[in-house]
Each structure stands twice: as C-alpha cells, then as structure tokens.
C-alpha cells in the first residue's frame, strides 16, 4: 500500500533546501519518515575543486592515452591515479529527490564488494565514497571479498590502508571462483539485515543508500537496484547512462538490454522507484534473510553473466519484485576490455589454419563481409577481448566472433559448397549458420555438406568439398576446452 504525506506540502514551501535536518514526518501509514540528506557532507564536496572534481572529465594528454595505462584494468588508471580518491560528484538525481523522506528506521547493510586483480586507485575511491556519502548508522559493514587477486597491492597493503576504516573487513577465496561464488562467500558472512552488492570500480553518489533500503523495509520481498551511472574509462567523466531510467530486459538469445518505460506506465513522479523485470547485474540490495529463502545465487555460475537472469526470475517467481530506485545513483567505470583472464571452458578462442599458420580474422567484420585470414595476434598481455580473433561455438551449434559473454551477433554463414564464408546476422536456424568441427580437424557444414578452406596467399576463406587430408581445410581450435568443443558436436558426424 503506498503512503501518504500529511505536511509535506507545507514544508516544502517554507524550506526549499530540503526538509531540515532531523526533522520527523507522520505519515498516513503511522511510520516516521526524515531527511536523510548529509548536508555537511554535501557542502563538503561542493567546495572541493581540481581535475576530475565534480565528475568532470579529466583533461587527458595524448601519452595519457597509451594503451598501457588501460592493459591492466580496461579503464585509464593513470587517470584514476590522478584525481582524488574523495573526489565530488555531480548530483543529477531528478530535482524531485532532494524533497524525498525515508523512513526514520531503516535496516542496516552489509555492503559485499567482490573484487579481482582491482587497480589501487578505483578499489580505494569505491571505499572512500562509500565512507563519505553513507550514514555510518546504515552500514553494518564493507566486506571486500579477494577472488584470489594476485597483484601485490591487493595484500598486505591493502589491509594496512584498510585499518584505518573499522568497519572493512577483507575474506579472501582460497582459488579463482569467480564473481558468483565471490559474492556468495562475502554474503555467507554477512551479518547486516539487507546485502548491499557492489562492483570495486564504482563511485556511490549523495544519499544513494537511504532510498534503497527504504523500499526493502516496506516490503522486504523485494530486490532494489540505484541507477547505474557511467564514469569513462577514458577520462572518469561521470554522467547518466543514455536514455537514463530505462527497465532491463532481454531478448530471445538472453542479451541483457535496456529499454524506454513505456508512456502508460510512467510515474506521476518519475523520481518515484518503478518495477523492472531484469536487473542490470552487478549492483543491488536485497534482505539477507530473504536472498537466502530464495536460495542465493546458483554457485555453478562461473565467472560472470547470466546470474541477473537466475536471481531475477527467481524474485518474481516467488512473489517479490524487483524496482530500478531513480534517487539511488551509482558510478561504475565500464571498462573498455576485460583485462583478466576468464579460465578456459568458459571461452573459446583463436581459428588457425594448419597450411596457412594464419587465423581467422573478424577484424573488419560486419554483417555481410566475408571472413578472411591474418596473421595471429599475440597472446598473453596483449590479448585483449577487443581483439577480433575469438570465437565461440554457441549452443545453436553457430560460430560467432567475440568470447562466450559478448558474443557479437554475426555468425558464420555460408550460401553454398562453394561461396566465401560470411558474417551475416545470426538467425538461430541452424541451415546456413550450422556448423561442427570434426575430429579431423575440418569444419564441416552439413547442410551444404562441404567443409571450409582457404586460400593462404590471397588470405581468403571459402566453401569446399571436404578433403581432410589438405592442410589448408584443418584448423586449430587455440586454448580451446575439450570438453565443450565435444558437447558442441555431439550431434556431428565424424
Ligand atoms: N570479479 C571477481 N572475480 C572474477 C571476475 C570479476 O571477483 O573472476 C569482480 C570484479 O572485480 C568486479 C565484479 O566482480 O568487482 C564484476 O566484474 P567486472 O567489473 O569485471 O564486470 P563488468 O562490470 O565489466 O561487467
Ligand atoms: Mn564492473
């Protein structure tokens, strides 16, 4: 049932700046509402002034813009190196939530933060902003939660600059598990009554956590998420992500998307929390004891990608909802690449051909362009995820470029046993975009049934009639996991 105001309208009147410190409101429901604005704070962080305060883009040199400062994180860190961990941020919450009151009694959170191989400089400024613009009396504790970093900065240093903040604690994994079972271990924990999840690259903006919680103590069957602002990973500008408030949705191939709320469902006050059936991912609070009815998350999840679905679908299946909290904004720095390496069986990567001693190259690739032949890219640091050399196997038994979890949507595709093989627009529909790779070494097409050749000196890729003794028809599957290239052809003849 929502609530209503009895004096608000009044107050607003005589005290514009807000609705005074420490005043209480009665509601009609009987529960206490109150300013929770920091206001100290606020006029803290409208003094502050240098490069990168306020959010405002840092003024980046060319050398600035090497490509080492990004190898190791995916976002500019000599940049982040730059401007203070305490920084100020913009405050581009709708006006409306500079007037908004929460209840008087709010429950507490522990704030999980999974964190792997995280620069120095953006671990620090998600604390420190967590510091300065959260209640004290809110946060139960900061659980940092190491999924087996192996950066030195990440050790002991890091627990002796912690020390100073009495309410961190730091667990660490005793192996690599990636994100899910990472944020399990630090929700395993947790002692607080809600959990707060957070990347550890994010900045939490004025009065981001009040808004939050007050949507889980009136209905603790509920999963909230803060609008997710972007910070560059160029310059660390902080603005909204385009369209701003947007519901998270999906479509027939599970690609997370964001899309407009439709008039007829918009708010009267579109600063006012609305429904959303998918949420983003990474950041959100949910009532501990609840999260736990619902059964966690999955812990076979590896890595990352896919648990926003799990945990989604489980909240409205079992009578909660899921709300977007337009007052709650939070940073977070989407990287440019991901910089860490993802353990082999969740990504399949380079395509090289045995005659040739080339790969397979999607580097011009767009829809309709035909795949061609380059010289392979060097692995190790330099192999990054922008690079146009990887390729998954996708459980429609296609070939698309890109690894597991930002799969592009081109796929291989043919025409005939004897046309250029393509990218075209993956349809889902096996025929032209079916493919298995043999024990051979060829890549067989069965609806044609002819296999992929190429030609090494004009460096081109093309249909022919299966021949496996030619070198140039086998081809090499790099760092590939055996075990998923066999359940990819366990329908494929050999
Ligand atoms: N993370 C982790 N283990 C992993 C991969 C990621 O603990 O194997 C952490 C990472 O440090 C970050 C969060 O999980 O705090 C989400 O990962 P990331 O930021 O790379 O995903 P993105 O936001 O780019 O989708
Ligand atoms: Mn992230």
Same mark, same amino acid.
């Given at each position: 049932m929502?609530?209503?105001p009895?004096i ?6 005589t005290l514009?700046?807000? %609705?005074?410190?420490?005043q209480l409101f009665t509601w ?5 509402r109150?300013?929770w604005?920091d206001y ?7 003094m502050r002034?240098?490069?990168?305060e306020h959010?405002k883009?840092y003024p ?7 490509? *080492?400062?990004?190898?190791?994180n ?6 982040s190196?730059?401007?203070?961990? #305490?920084? @100020?941020? &913009?405050d581009?919450?709708?006006p409306?939530c500079k007037?908004?009151v929460?209840l +008087? ?12 191989? +995280?620069g120095?400089?953006?671990l620090l400024r998600?604390?420190h902003?967590i510091?300065n613009?959260? &209640?004290d009396?809110l946060?139960a /504790?900061?659980i940092?939660?190491?999924?087996f970093?192996?950066?030195?900065h990440?050790?002991e240093k ?5 020390v100073?903040f009495?309410?961190v604690?730091i667990?660490?994994?005793?192996k690599?598990?990636?994100?899910i079972?990472?944020?399990? %271990?630090?929700?395993s924990?947790?002692r607080?009554e809600?959990l $707060?999840?957070?990347?550890s690259h994010? +900045? ?9 919680l007050?949507?889980i103590a009136?209905n603790?069957?509920?999963?909230v998420?803060p609008?997710?602002? !972007?910070i560059d ?7 909204a992500?385009?369209?701003d408030a947007?519901?998270g949705?999906?479509?027939? +191939?599970m =690609?997370?998307?964001?899309i407009?709320? &439709?008039? #007829?469902?918009?708010?009267a006050?579109?600063s006012d929390p ?8 990474g950041l ?5 004891k609840?999260?736990w009815?619902?059964?966690?998350y999955?812990p076979?999840?590896?890595?990352w990608?896919?648990e926003?679905y /799990?945990i989604?679908f489980k909240?409205?299946?079992c009578?909660g909802?899921?709300?977007d ?5 939070v940073g977070h720095? =989407?990287?440019k690449? !991901?910089?860490?390496? !993802?353990?082999s069986?969740? @990504? ?6 045995v005659?040739?001693n080339?790969c397979v190259d999607?580097?011009h690739?767009?829809?309709?362009? /035909?795949?061609?032949l380059d ?6 640091s330099?192999?990054?995820w922008?690079h146009e050399?990887l ?6 038994e296609?070939?698309?470029p890109g690894e597991?979890?930002?799969t ?5 595709d ?6 250029p093989?393509?990218?075209y ?9 079916h493919w298995s790779?043999?024990k051979?070494k $060829?890549?067989?097409?069965p ?8 030609n090494?000196?004009e460096?081109k890729?093309f249909?022919?009639?299966c021949?496996p003794?030619s070198? $140039?028809q086998?081809?090499?599957? #790099?760092h590939i996991?055996?075990t998923?290239? #066999?359940?990819f052809n366990?329908k494929a *003849?050999?």
């Amino acid at each position: 049932m929502r609530a209503f105001p009895v004096i608000i309208i009044w107050i607003k009147e005589t005290l514009p700046l807000g %609705l005074g410190d420490g005043q209480l409101f009665t509601w009609t429901d009987g529960l206490k509402r109150k300013d929770w604005h920091d206001y100290e704070s606020i006029q803290k962080d409208a003094m502050r002034s240098g490069k990168g305060e306020h959010g405002k883009p840092y003024p980046l040199t060319e050398e600035d813009h090497d490509d *080492s400062a990004y190898r190791e994180n995916g976002f500019n860190i000599f940049v982040s190196n730059n401007i203070a961990l #305490e920084r @100020s941020l &913009p405050d581009i919450r709708h006006p409306n939530c500079k007037h908004k009151v929460y209840l +008087e009694t709010l429950p507490n959170t522990s704030i999980i933060i999974p964190f792997h191989n +995280e620069g120095w400089t953006s671990l620090l400024r998600t604390i420190h902003s967590i510091i300065n613009r959260t &209640p004290d009396s809110l946060i139960a /504790e900061i659980i940092l939660v190491d999924d087996f970093s192996d950066r030195e900065h990440l050790k002991e240093k890091l627990e002796e600059y912690m020390v100073r903040f009495a309410k961190v604690r730091i667990v660490r994994t005793k192996k690599r598990e990636g994100l899910i079972r990472t944020r399990l %271990l630090g929700a395993s924990l947790a002692r607080g009554e809600v959990l $707060t999840f957070l990347d550890s690259h994010c +900045e939490v903006n004025v009065n981001w956590l009040p808004p939050l919680l007050n949507q889980i103590a009136l209905n603790h069957k509920t999963i909230v998420c803060p609008m997710i602002d !972007v910070i560059d990973h160029n310059h660390f500008g902080y603005e909204a992500q385009a369209g701003d408030a947007m519901r998270g949705a999906f479509d027939w +191939e599970m =690609y997370y998307k964001r899309i407009p709320i &439709p008039p #007829e469902l918009q708010r009267a006050d579109p600063s006012d929390p609305f429904e959303s059936p998918v949420m983003a991912g990474g950041l959100f609070a949910v009532n501990r004891k609840w999260f736990w009815e619902l059964g966690g998350y999955d812990p076979g999840l590896e890595i990352w990608g896919g648990e926003q679905y /799990e945990i989604s679908f489980k909240v409205w299946m079992c009578g909660g909802g899921m709300y977007d909290v337009p007052c709650s904004r939070v940073g977070h720095i =989407y990287r440019k690449y !991901v910089p860490y390496k !993802v353990p082999s069986g969740t @990504s399949l990567a380079r395509i090289r051909n045995v005659a040739a001693n080339l790969c397979v190259d999607s580097k011009h690739g767009a829809t309709g362009t /035909e795949l061609r032949l380059d010289i392979c890219v060097k692995d190790g640091s330099e192999r990054t995820w922008s690079h146009e050399q990887l390729f998954t196997f996708g459980w429609r038994e296609d070939i698309r470029p890109g690894e597991p979890l930002h799969t592009r949507k081109f796929c291989f595709d043919a025409i005939s046993h004897s046309s250029p093989v393509t990218l075209y627009d993956c349809h889902g529909m096996k025929g032209n975009q079916h493919w298995s790779y043999r024990k051979d070494k $060829t890549l067989f097409h069965p609806v044609s049934s002819s296999c992929i050749d190429c030609n090494p000196a004009e460096k081109k890729i093309f249909m022919n009639r299966c021949d496996p003794l030619s070198e $140039t028809q086998q081809w090499i599957f #790099e760092h590939i996991n055996m075990t998923v290239l #066999e359940k990819f052809n366990s329908k494929a *003849s050999s």
